[in-house]
Each structure stands twice: as structure tokens, then as C-alpha cells.
């Protein structure tokens, strides 16, 4: 019995160390030690890799959801979604925005974004990005404007992500504006610091 059990498990990690399996949805990328990340992205299904000298690596190729609301939890920097953005509108008011990012990985670029960012480009481009072109949109905006033209500001807000994502291999979808209510003196000391 034990000698199946040790077969058993010698031989599924040396078929693992030859065989990737991508599932739907998602691609994968190949780190070989001799060339660095190799730029071939393999799609779902099973594919072979050399063992002990290549690296397979999974990316999420589906619309992925970036929600901006209060009382979200950051616990570690690969959460995917970000506290409530406070912005400071055209005439000094404080607003609180919460809303919605959907944005997914460009497949054929996957390579690239693994090479030059890694796997934490949620933490590196999508939540400073989002927050920076946030605050930069609501601040030509009144904060009666701010209320009444939401359309405006979601599509002001995806022109200025729009080509910064895609200049690092990610594709943004939309943006989605939830709630967007008045401001505290306190929420904006401390939204500022992040």
C-alpha cells in the first residue's frame, strides 16, 4: 500500500515537472532559466515544458472586477480592489467615489506585463493609476457637476486609464461610477495619504 502511495506520487511530480495544463479562461507563460520569460503564451489546454528548467506561470485572461467601495478590506497587497477614492472637486469639496474597474489581461502581451511588472500589477498599475486618474478627473468637475453628470466623468475617467492599461498589456473595459456622496474633513486627511 505505502509503495503505491510513493509511486503514485513520484510519478505525478515528474509528469507535473513536463506537463502544463492551462485551463479555459486563463494562459499561461514559460520562464525558461537560459532565456528569461519566453515571449511563446500558451493557450488552454495541455502543453509539454522541460522539467527543472522551465517555470510555468498562470494569468487570468477573463474580465476581471476592480471594486472601489468603502470598507474594503486591503489585507494584502494582491487584494483586487481598493478603499473608496476621496477627491477633491473643482470647488475644494470633498467627494466620496465608489465604483467599479473591469479590466482584463491582453493574452498575447501576457509575457511582456510578466517580464517588466511581474504578477502584482494589480498593487503596481491598476490601484495607483485608478486613484490617481480618479482624483486628477473629479478635480475639473463642481461638486454639483460631480452629482449630475456621472455619464461625463465614467467616460473622462476611461479615456485617461484607456492608454496607460494598454501601454502595460492590460485591457480596461469600463468604468462604472456606483456612489458618490459628500465628504468629511477627517476622510479626506485620511484618503490623502494613500
Keep these: 500500500m505505502l509503495e503505491k502511495l510513493i509511486a503514485s506520487i513520484l510519478i505525478d511530480d515528474i509528469l507535473g515537472n513536463f506537463l502544463v495544463s492551462v485551463p479555459p479562461g486563463h494562459i499561461a507563460c514559460l520562464y525558461d ?10 493557450k488552454p489546454g495541455l502543453h509539454f515544458k522541460t522539467p527543472f528548467w522551465q517555470k510555468a506561470k498562470l494569468f ?52 511582456f506585463l510578466w517580464e517588466t511588472i511581474g504578477d502584482d500589477f494589480v498593487k503596481k498599475i491598476i490601484r495607483p493609476m485608478t486613484r490617481s486618474r480618479v482624483r486628477m478627473v473629479i478635480s475639473n468637475y463642481t461638486n454639483m457637476e460631480v452629482y449630475s453628470r456621472q455619464e461625463e466623468i465614467e467616460l473622462a475617467i476611461e479615456n485617461e486609464l484607456a492608454p496607460i492599461f494598454r501601454s502595460k498589456s492590460l485591457h480596461l473595459e469600463d468604468v462604472l461610477l456606483g456612489n458618490i456622496s459628500p465628504s468629511s474633513e477627517e476622510e479626506l486627511k485620511s484618503g490623502t495619504r494613500d
Design 33 to 42: 532559466r537560459g532565456r528569461g520569460v519566453l515571449k511563446k503564451v500558451l
Design 60 to 111: 487570468n485572461t477573463q474580465i476581471q472586477e476592480y471594486p472601489i467601495k468603502k470598507g474594503f478590506q486591503l489585507k494584502d497587497d494582491s487584494t483586487v480592489g481598493d478603499k473608496n477614492i476621496i477627491a477633491l472637486t473643482l470647488d475644494d469639496r470633498p467627494v466620496s467615489i465608489e465604483g467599479t474597474i473591469l479590466f482584463k489581461l491582453v493574452a498575447e502581451d501576457a509575457s
